[in-house]
């Protein structure tokens, strides 16, 4: 028997493709009466490039990195409610900003959220870009022990950009 899906961690870059890949979080959230959970990952800098600095001043701007991508999130989550008809605050639950690792992050979330499904986009930089750099979604995919949908980037001329 299949799980019912309640609970959908969707992740986002913020970049054109997850944003792409939030339309279909929040129509597969509409047809199983599910919650979405967005997730977005700051990856933590080296410690040489704020190694003068204190402590209570790279805490500051880690907060300041979070708010500000928070209100990007909401901003952009009440457009597509918009424009899909549906209130963004019925259908997200909670919008969390974390440091460090996308992929230990976005599998953590899962976990500490009780998440049923993953959605996230798929760049598809290219066999060489995945060999040599590695790729979240294909980590997520590789490692989640929850099904994964995941959102390929589509023709520029089937989706319209500026509509987001």
């Not at 009440?78 to 992929?103: W, Y």
């Not at 598809?124 to 390929?152: C, E, F, N, W």
């Amino acid at each position: 028997m299949i799980p019912p899906i309640k609970k959908i961690l969707y992740a986002t870059d913020l970049s054109k493709n997850s944003i792409y890949a939030f339309y279909y979080a929040v129509d597969m959230a509409r047809k199983y009466g599910a919650e979405i959970f967005i997730v977005n990952i700051i990856e933590p800098l080296p410690t040489m490039a704020y190694r003068s600095q204190t402590e209570k001043i790279q805490l500051d701007q880690y907060k300041a990195s979070m708010e500000v991508i928070g209100n990007r999130i909401r901003m952009f989550c009440e457009k597509v409610g918009q424009r899909k008809g549906v209130s963004c605050t019925d259908l997200v639950a909670k919008i969390l900003v974390r440091v460090g690792d996308p992929v230990d992050e976005i599998l953590k979330a899962v976990r500490e959220e009780g998440c049923d499904l993953i959605v996230l986009g798929d760049h598809s930089k290219g066999l060489l870009a995945q060999t040599l750099l590695g790729s979240v979604s294909r980590a997520v995919l590789d490692r989640a022990r929850k099904p994964v949908y995941l959102i390929p980037l589509p023709p520029d001329d089937t989706f319209a950009w500026d509509e987001i």
